[in-house]
């Protein structure tokens, strides 16, 4: 049984740091792409970053140059570092294994950003 837990969520400071983890168990790690997806109240989940099996990286324009996705295959965690958060960086995140249509999921972990 696929299991993702996510941590690291919580409040920060526009211009704060926080990285989020999510340590999957129940598959083989190393052969599936993870990603980092999030939701904001009344709009539709979107892709964040997403790191494929080999280590190659993807981000959403919005995020580039602020978020870094990676991933530690001896803990089955992927990281999320996210810098420079902005209030509209808040939303529910959620970790992602193997792509959105592989149903997949975490619990998701709240990020509000706010002075």
């Known amino acids: 049984q696929v299991q993702l837990v996510e941590s690291g969520g919580g409040l920060v400071q526009p211009g704060g740091s926080l990285r989020l983890s999510c340590v999957a168990s129940g598959s083989i790690f190393s052969i599936f792409d993870m990603g980092w997806y999030r939701q904001a109240p009344g709009k539709q989940r979107e892709l964040v970053a997403v790191?494929?099996?080999?280590?190659?990286?993807n981000y959403a324009d919005s995020v580039k140059g602020r978020f870094t996705i990676s991933r530690e295959y001896a803990k089955n965690t992927v990281y999320l570092q996210m810098n420079s958060l902005k209030p509209e960086d808040t939303a529910v995140y959620y970790c992602n294994r193997g792509g959105p249509l592989s149903g997949y999921w975490g619990q998701g972990t709240q990020v509000t950003v706010s002075s």
């Open positions: 790191i494929t099996s080999g280590g190659m990286t």
